[in-house]
């Protein structure tokens, strides 16, 4: 039997970084339980009446964020505060498939395309390693907006 996976980052402004990282993966931020949303309304402003509503004192209310794949196919993201900025390098990190199936400067010119919409979006880039065939196609190392590496792949 699978199980649904969640990945979840620590963060100091969990809206913020689920906001870039819902541009990055082309994600939506649900609408909070029992409200129904109709087309073209902000979730974020839902949330914000619904935390309101239900009684959360407002320095709580940037304390967790979550993103969803809209087509249900990746796992949720999910981003909970925590007072500690990020110390030291991630034991996991996420890839970013940005250029599925390509190789040599086609790949290359698809990730550096990518890259610099990212760093457009608020994200650092770190270093690009070339391919090296037959077992490294080339990636990028990037940082967002709070230090937390990934790779464009």
């Not at 039997?1 to 541009?23: G, I, K």
């Not at 309304?41 to 209310?61: C, H, K, N, S, T």
């Not at 996991?92 to 250029?99: E, I, K």
Request: hydrophobic share 40%; proline share 10%.
């Amino acid at each position: 039997m699978s199980r649904a996976v969640q990945v979840t980052f620590d963060a100091r402004d969990p809206r913020a970084l689920s906001s870039f990282w819902r541009e990055v993966l082309g994600y939506v931020h649900p609408g909070p339980p029992g409200v129904e949303m109709a087309e073209g309304d902000d979730p974020l402003a839902a949330w914000d009446e619904f935390l309101v509503r239900i009684g959360v004192p407002e320095e709580q209310r940037n304390a967790k964020s979550a993103l969803e794949d809209p087509e249900g196919r990746g796992p949720r993201v999910f981003f909970q505060q925590v007072p500690e900025g990020k110390a030291a390098k991630n034991r996991v990190h996420l890839d970013v498939r940005a250029a599925p199936g390509l190789r040599g400067p086609e790949r290359m010119a698809a990730l550096e395309a990518e890259c610099g919409r990212l760093v457009a979006l608020g994200a650092k880039r770190v270093r690009r390693d070339e391919p090296a065939p037959p077992l490294r196609a080339g990636f990028i190392v990037m940082a967002d907006p709070e230090g937390n590496e990934f790779c464009l792949d």
